[in-house]
């Protein structure tokens, strides 16, 4: 049996062979001009080397430009060997060289037409060949170098030559305004001779928001719902809240400004708190679940979506707002979608409520016919062209290919930054291993190539570092989920690497299973995600699929959350506000009546509500947590059992997701013990969580401790974190906090309290079934159970990878669930 992966390799290297096969057929026939092409740029080399020989070593060259000398006379003295001592050497193709721009000469072997220079694109279109020509010069230069590689003494010299190559085919550009002599000053560097709080002011006014500063104030004075349409990087976000406070809109209430991302809302308000010159969390902070930075004296807050969703819980008519902006509205999140229909009434009831809708695409109509016919404010963007290509046969493994591609602009173009979408954290800290060790093997070969990952969990001091300006002669490659399509905008990026996917929420209303898949994207993701590389100067896009994928495999949009998610918290937070009509409520794309239903149910089954459909006590406690309904309940439910200590030290480490254990791949075994360690007395995945918490608290929280056990200090300083929060709700919601450590079976009760639902059972296979919608699934091969194998398990969440996996896993007693849940279990015999 060979794995997917394996399959995907040898289908990968079988194309490979047979186009290599074809190219070689041509060979041949270009050889000749190949031979003269050769000479020319030897010719040329040869100039370059004489022109600067006498600067070499010499002050005058950076330590980057005297490295560059070394390697053209590397190269060139390579070459005049090997053709000397090769009978064959008239078939080599000479290493690249060094263009003008700083990178390398393109042509040879890199089949991505190159033509940023002016002028040559019109050739492009108009040779109908092009694309073909450019695959063969691809080719030939990949078989040649492949045959010149068998030499020894080459194959050290000849870094460069990857070990798989991939074809891109370019399509289409597309419009941009400007070019390239109108390049834009993005960086301080421009203004010298001020201070860094004047310069920064002038940048703002280099934001094409800039131009429309005076005609949005006027609309938004003249109209209390205003839609506004403006490209991502024009400084929305960023630059409307401050235009507010200037206005004096701040004088008589707050300006929020809701994002759908947290890490977006954290790194805007920092910045903004930057440009007013003013720190974060005085009259500039953000608020986000489990972290408030504000204080009395913010005016401008930045908060997600779902936060202010939470504050309306307490406020039910904003009354400290004068402004709300709902930024980001072509996100459709779920409580995006939820705000639309709560402000929408409230702006009714108060007049003297400005309400901003705003969004990076073009279809705002649908928003302004919501918002009763609101005006749509759409403003230009500066957009430079991008050339978009396409790989020319699919690719088995997109992470590889990311990789592959990555290196190969690195190698080949102009310098400028790389920005690459992946889905998840797992995949970015996948890639960023990978690219480690291969810029490691190609030592100083390569110009500098500095990684910045970014994703949601990454600390802020990390994630400040992607927008540091890359250093003169470096590269800077951006590792980004989806964060970065629109809500993000990082500056100098000239080069976007779109493998195609994202990590998408979905929601089997059936059998109330929820699983992240990392899915195909909408050619909308697509077209904003390929906008990224002509922010500042003209860019390219390398999609990491098929013209042929995106034409027929991409729908047009991405689904709103709201029809593809679990809505239990959503009904749960509307009931609370006293929303009890759901199917009559106002949403601007309902959800599937039995997605509503089942989160009814699921509600009632917990407790929350009661048979007429009203919130319980229960419930009324539950929705103080801003947590899965599950997880509150299993915290409601810890009372009873005397272990809220242990249950929010718990739920707070399920809360920070799969990343508490590291795994580094050279320690596996060392990494794996240590995790084994929290299981012993196979105690369950739960409570080895709870031993990890409290084993780290029983250290004064250290970080020694955390390397020497391969656990993650960041994930369990934010687990401490939330665990603080969770006791200051414990105590809002009258709950003592009271600990149980000595009797663990109550702590599994509390959590079969909140989880009953999700409980399986061990079948004659060696496989789970589950127990109310029959569903086969698996222990997750890292739970401290995975070898055991309980009779009766209650797992956390199900995670769908090659199987159907159970993770966080507990062995449960089937008697606990007919004492738990005697309105869902029944005893049979
Ligand atoms: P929009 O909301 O229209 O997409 P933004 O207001 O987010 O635009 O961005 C405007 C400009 O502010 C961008 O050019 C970006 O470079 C800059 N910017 C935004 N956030 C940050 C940040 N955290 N650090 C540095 N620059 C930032
Ligand atoms: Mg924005």
């Known amino acids: 049996i060979i794995s997917k992966k394996e399959k995907g390799e040898a289908v990968r ?41 006498y600067l070499f070593g010499s002050e005058k060259l950076t330590d980057i430009e005297n490295n560059e000398f070394r390697y053209k006379k590397e190269l060139y003295d390579l070459v005049i060997k090997r053709t000397h001592e090769d009978a064959n050497a008239d078939e080599y193709i000479m290493p690249d060289a060094y263009d003008h721009d700083g990178g390398v000469d393109q042509e040879k072997r890199f089949s991505v037409a190159v033509h940023s220079k002016k002028g040559m694109d019109a050739t492009q279109k108009m040779n109908p060949f092009a694309e073909q020509e ?79 500063r005076d005609q949005l104030l006027k609309a938004i004075e003249d109209h209390q719902v205003l839609v506004i349409v403006g490209d991502t990087g024009s400084g929305k976000t960023t630059q409307i809240p401050q235009y507010l406070h200037e206005a004096g809109y701040t004088k008589h209430g707050k300006v929020g400004c809701t994002q759908p991302r947290r890490i977006a809302a954290m790194s805007v308000a920092a910045r903004v708190a930057h440009e007013m010159g003013v720190k974060l969390g005085h009259d500039v902070g953000y608020s986000v679940r489990f972290e408030d930075c504000t204080s009395e004296k913010t005016v401008l807050k930045y908060m997600t979506d779902g936060m202010l969703l939470r504050e309306l819980l307490g406020e039910p008519d904003l009354a400290s707002y004068s402004v709300i902006i709902v930024d980001e509205a072509h996100e459709r999140t779920l409580s995006t979608d939820i705000l639309f229909g709560l402000v929408k009434d409230m702006a009714r009831l108060r007049p003297d409520l400005k309400l901003l809708i705003s969004s990076a695409t073009m279809d705002a109509e649908k928003f302004s016919n919501y918002f009763d016919a609101a005006p749509i404010f759409i403003f230009p963007g500066r957009r430079f ?37 992946l889905p998840g954290q797992e995949e970015i800290e996948n890639v960023e291993e990978t690219l480690k060790n291969k810029i490691r093997g190609f030592g100083t070969k390569i110009r500098e190539l500095i990684i910045c990952p970014i994703y949601a969990n990454l600390p802020s001091e990390i994630q400040a570092k992607v927008f540091e300006p890359t250093p003169e002669g470096a590269r800077k490659v951006v590792l980004a989920t989806n964060i970065a399509e629109t809500s993000l905008t990082i500056d100098g990026i000239k080069y976007v690497v779109d493998p195609g996917f994202c990590k998408i929420k979905s929601y089997n209303p059936r059998n109330g299973m929820e699983s992240l898949l990392v899915t195909p994207i909408s050619k909308a993701s697509a077209m904003q995600r390929s906008g990224r590389a002509g922010r500042t100067s003209p860019g390219k896009c390398f999609r990491l699929y098929t013209a042929y994928n995106f ?12 029809q593809r998610t679990n809505l239990a918290s959503v009904v749960l937070a509307l009931k609370s ?42 419930g009324r406690k539950m929705a103080e947590f801003p947590l899965d309904p599950m997880l509150s309940k299993m915290i409601v439910a810890s009372e009873k059992y005397m272990c809220s200590d242990e249950i929010i030290s718990i739920a707070a480490m399920l809360s920070v997701g799969s990343y508490i254990f590291y795994r580094p791949k050279d320690k596996q075994v060392h ?50 974190d939330i665990r603080d929060q969770l006791e200051g709700l414990l105590e809002r919601v009258e709950i003592k906090v009271s600990t149980n450590f000595h009797n663990l079976d109550l702590v599994r009760k509390s959590i079969v309290a909140g989880f009953f639902l ?62 738990i849940a005697p309105h869902y279990y029944q005893l049979k015999d």
Not at 21 to 46: M, N
Not at 391 to 397: F, K, L
Not at 773 to 787: A, D, K, R
Request: proline share 4%; with cysteine; hydrophobic share 40%.
């Open 758 to 819: 999700h409980t399986a059972k061990l079948q004659k296979d060696g496989s789970y079934r589950t127990a109310k919608h029959p569903l086969t699934v698996h222990i997750y091969p890292s739970s401290g159970l995975s070898q055991v194998v309980p009779r009766w398990v209650v797992y956390h969440e199900l995670v769908l990878t090659s199987k159907e996996y159970m993770r966080q896993v507990t062995e449960l007693t089937p008697n606990w669930l007919v004492e």
């Open 13 to 53: 290297r079988a194309n490979a062979l047979e186009r290599n096969d074809i190219a070689s057929l041509r060979i041949a026939s270009r050889r000749e001009y190949l031979k003269k092409r050769e000479q020319q740029k030897l010719e040329e080399l040869k100039d370059e080397i004489a022109d600067e020989e």
């Open 577 to 618: 506000l006293g929303i009890d009509d759901l199917l009559n409520f106002d949403f601007m794309d309902p959800p599937p009546a039995e997605a509503l239903v089942k989160a009814l149910e699921l509600l009632f089954a917990l407790g929350a509500l009661n048979k007429l459909g009203k919130l319980t006590k229960v």
């Open 134 to 212: 450019a695959w063969e010069d691809h080719q030939i230069g990949k078989a040649t170098l492949n045959f010149g590689a068998k030499n020894k003494e080459a194959t050290d010299n000849y870094q460069f030559v990857f070990e798989d190559q991939i074809d891109f085919i370019k399509a289409s550009v597309l419009a941009g305004e400007n070019y390239e002599d109108e390049m834009l000053p993005v960086t301080g560097q421009s203004f010298s001779g001020k201070s860094s709080f004047e310069m920064l002011q002038d940048v703002r006014k280099t934001l094409p928001i800039y131009s429309y």
């Open 385 to 421: 062209p991008v050339d978009v290509s396409f790989v020319a046969a699919p690719e088995a493994d997109y992470l590889d290919a990311a990789i592959v591609t990555v290196l190969q602009i690195h190698v080949n173009e102009p310098l400028g930054d790389i920005l690459v979408f």
């Open 671 to 720: 990494a794996d013990n240590a995790r084994l360690n929290f299981h012993t007395g196979n105690v369950g995945d739960h409570i080895a969580l709870l031993k990890v918490y409290n084993s780290w608290k029983e250290t004064d929280y250290s970080t020694q401790w955390c390397y020497e056990n391969y656990i993650q200090v960041r994930s369990m300083k934010r687990a401490r």
């Open 551 to 562: 034409e027929n495999d991409m729908e047009d949009n991405t689904v709103p959350e709201i």
